[in-house]
């Protein structure tokens, strides 16, 4: 083994106040560990001076401030390793000085001690919800990490895209309600406890929101109408983008937060499933001119954000600021940090809040060839990661369809979800949106030849309803989030069948459940990526709240008492999870064919009415019935007939001839447990030349 | 951070007594690698190891590749339930051969 020691750079050449120094290394950003010291490389265009300060942990005060010689900048990064550091007990942080002009753009303040923008853990919100000391001016302090995890042969799983079943979760409201029964609620390790059930369930990947450092007590208020805390709870504000949430880390409090999420990562992938993070590169918790400053706006304000001619921050985002992402200096910070947590931490993808603002430049207009999503896709590192696209942002730019896509980025669909969630609830006019949704978007995805993996298709997510509050109400219900329901959006396409709420009332509860299950099979029997939202499966409400981004309460915690509760729907989403498996045609990547492609002489898809092969496409259409065809896993033929009825009566709908004979696999009409079959499991159609779908329902009929 | 070594047969036992953190890594490293280099069974009482920060776990951890290296091996025994389950969500306990007592570990490993 070499002897480290016997490098000309283990030995100091300066000494301040009794700390060795040498000069640094540019390269890597941030801090580095090395043999016998610690590298700390940080970078600004437009300061003139920069200072090095350490703490031992927890202490208000410094240990030492180490001004940067000049000498030990290179171009604008200064540089430097600090010798003998215990690299457990130290935080750290810069002071920038530099002009404060903010009509030019920049805001330095050398009273101010910055977090590193690489900081790999971040000090000072280690257990959730802890009141912090609101006197502490240098709240979130940069740590160090060992970079040693033993990943044995563990990588990113690379599943094709086409066989993604997806399921947004949020760390803390998965297990945090009592009824998780783990124990450590609301944690990474308490998911960890749950991988079995996310097995069971059928989806192979999960779409973290947030695990970035973010601040619980940003904007932190007392409701006016319950008194309870109000937090920024979903985590969309990031403070540091290479540290994962101390606070969802059982082990946060001694600082283990990236080695506990690495073993999660790590055991969830021996489980066959995928890990996506939801990222927010649109804008920080510094929030506008009144906001705090925590890193980038001491830094270099003018390069990180947008800023309007008068030097105050555009706000793209809807939360005070927009980070300037086509600027090259933070394109380079972003790939960095994709970088980092594919190959540190093993994620499998990444979601994009708001991505729209990522293809602007730094004036705010729409780029048509953005050079950062360009990067991405072309990355090295990055070439097998999933990139989606939350194709709009808070500027009125909506790109579904449209964003830049480079043969690489998929979009959260906002189209699929609009329109089968208004034939689902019996709208108008829409059969022939939902032909166009079940085949993968093909008016979207089609003419640029993306095709279905584009789409990620989906009901519900974070935003919005959960997929039995769709169901449960006509209108939100935000009151708790303290602003007078005027916050979260009012075009849901919901409907409440009839009663606003929870009701006791059987015949409405029935329909509500028939409603969850035809959407449900509609979403997975689309071809495209489909998406579930936590709970969905199991009946999770909020209440009527679709915006719950501050509440620490049973609203957003799962509460697994609904797995019993609940059962026979569970029970329907994991069979037809199955179903979807089963069925290599509903996954294909590309859209299917109108004029062949199928079994012997039947196209690979069609499309029919209550009469095979004529489709009722008029305004008042509210049936609609397609028949996929092909071969199968085991090279069969394969017959999949799929019928929807969203209108309030009844309907027979007679079934195209093949040459099998017809088995129901799904009646969403049916009460459990005849509303599913499991796969193998089929039953004989008695009369095999048509059905009758009740009102509201859905059935999926295969050829055998 | 205190550290006694005693050969028992084909073992070797080291009681720890302390906190194994970033300050007492070093020492433990120094002491107990060339034990762990030299191919002999390693059976660590952490009954009276009331910390392991990061750092400690990772002296464990390099201990545990250095005998594996080679013929030697390393056992664990008495992690109080603490200990335990830090090691269980950081994914360091699953390396290790656990006992719950030194004298359990003597007897099986004799």
């Known amino acids: ?704 | 951070m205190e550290i006694q070594v005693q050969a028992q047969g084909s073992l070797t036992v080291v009681v720890l007594t302390g906190e194994i953190d970033g300050k007492t890594a070093p020492e433990v490293q120094s002491r107990l690698l060339p034990l762990a280099e030299n191919g002999r069974k390693l059976v660590l009482d952490m009954q009276k190891v009331t910390f392991l920060s990061s750092a400690g776990l990772r002296v464990l951890f390099l201990l545990n590749r250095a005998a594996s290296s080679g013929s030697g091996k390393i056992f664990l025994t008495g992690l109080v339930p603490e200990l335990r389950d830090t090691m269980s969500v950081t994914g360091f306990l699953k390396c290790f051969q656990l006992f719950d007592s030194q004298e359990q570990a003597v007897e099986a490993l004799r």
């Open chain 1, 1 to 704: 083994m070499p002897d480290t020691s016997s490098r000309i750079d283990y030995y100091p050449t300066h000494e301040y106040q009794g700390f060795h120094l040498r000069p640094g290394h540019p390269y890597p950003f941030g801090a580095t560990i090395l043999s016998g010291g610690v590298n700390f490389s940080v970078f600004s265009s437009h300061a003139t001076s920069c200072t090095l300060v350490l703490f031992d942990k927890g202490e208000p005060l410094p240990r030492v401030e180490i001004p940067f010689p000049d000498s030990f900048r290179i171009g604008n990064v200064w540089c430097m390793v600090v010798f003998d550091l215990d690299c457990e007990s130290v935080e750290y942080g810069y002071r920038m000085d530099g002009p404060f002009e903010p009509a030019e753009g920049h805001r330095f303040d050398p009273t101010k001690i910055l977090l590193d923008p690489y900081a790999k853990t971040v000090s000072g919100r280690e257990i959730w919800g802890q009141d912090p000391d609101w006197q502490q001016p240098f709240p979130h302090r940069g740590r160090l990490v060992f970079e040693d995890f033993d990943w044995e042969d563990d990588r990113p799983l690379e599943r094709p895209m086409e066989e993604l079943v997806i399921y947004e979760m949020h760390v803390r409201s998965f297990t945090r309600h009592p009824s998780a029964l783990v124990k450590h609620p609301g944690t990474f390790a308490g998911l960890l406890e749950k991988i079995p059930y996310l097995k069971e369930l059928g989806i192979n990947c999960i779409e973290m929101m947030p695990v970035y450092e973010f601040d619980e007590f940003e904007n932190s208020r007392k409701s006016p109408t319950t008194g309870e805390t109000l937090y920024n709870y979903w985590g969309y504000s990031t403070v540091g983008f290479f540290s994962p949430k101390a606070g969802y880390a059982a082990t946060g409090r001694w600082g283990m937060q990236v080695d506990e999420l690495k073993n999660v990562v790590k055991e969830i992938h021996k489980a066959g499933i995928e890990v996506i993070l939801d990222v927010v590169f649109n804008h920080t918790a510094e929030g506008n001119e009144h906001g705090p400053t925590i890193s980038f706006r001491g830094l270099d304000n003018k390069t990180y954000y947008m800023l309007t001619p008068e030097g105050y921050y555009f706000n793209f985002s809807g939360c005070g600021n927009t980070l300037n992402c086509n600027h090259p200096i933070v394109r380079s910070i972003v790939l960095d940090c994709l970088r980092y947590w594919a190959a540190e931490f093993h994620i499998d993808g990444f979601r994009f809040d708001l991505a729209a603002i990522l293809g602007r430049d730094p004036w705010g207009a729409p780029l048509p060839n953005p050079p950062l999503l360009e990067s991405l896709a072309f990355d090295p590192v990055l070439a097998k990661c999933k990139l989606i696209a939350e194709a709009w942002d808070a500027g009125g730019l909506y790109q579904v369809g449209t964003f830049p896509a480079y043969g690489r980025w998929a979009e959260w669909n906002g189209k699929y979800r609009d329109d089968v969630r208004r034939f689902v609830k019996g709208d108008p006019g829409l059969a022939g949106a939902l032909a166009t949704r079940l085949q993968g978007s093909p008016d979207l995805y089609g003419w640029n030849g993306r095709g279905p993996t584009a789409s990620i298709n989906f009901l519900t997510c974070h935003d919005g309803f959960t997929l039995l509050d769709l169901f449960s109400y006509n209108e939100k219900h935000n009151e708790k989030n303290g602003e007078e329901n005027r916050d979260g959006a009012n075009d849901n396409h919901s409907w409440n069948c009839g009663r606003e709420g929870a009701t006791e009332d059987p015949p409405v509860q029935a329909l509500r459940r028939q409603m969850i299950k035809t959407a449900l099979s509609i979403l997975l029997t689309s071809r495209g990526v489909p998406m579930l939202w936590m709970g969905d499966e199991m009946g999770r409400t909020q209440e009527g709240n679709n915006n719950a981004y501050c509440l620490d309460d049973p609203t957003n915690w799962l509460d697994w008492n609904l797995t019993e509760q609940n059962r026979d729907l569970l029970r329907f989403v994991q069979l037809l999870l199955r179903h979807r498996k089963a069925h290599p045609l509903l996954r294909s990547k590309k859209h299917p064919c109108f004029h062949r492609g199928g079994f012997e002489e039947y196209p690979e898809i069609s499309f029919h009415g209550q009469a095979p092969w004529q489709p009722d496409w008029s305004e008042e259409s509210r049936r609609l019935a397609c028949l996929w065809s092909g071969r199968d896993r085991q090279d069969a033929p394969a017959f999949l007939y799929f019928a929807v009825n969203a209108h309030w009566e009844g309907a027979w709908f007679a079934l195209p001839r093949i040459p099998r004979c017809w088995h129901v696999a799904i009646n969403t009409g049916m009460p459990a447990p005849e509303d599913i079959f499991a796969p193998g499991e089929e039953v004989l159609l008695s009369d095999q030349s048509g059905v009758f779908l009740s009102p509201r329902s859905a059935m999926f009929i295969i050829g055998k």
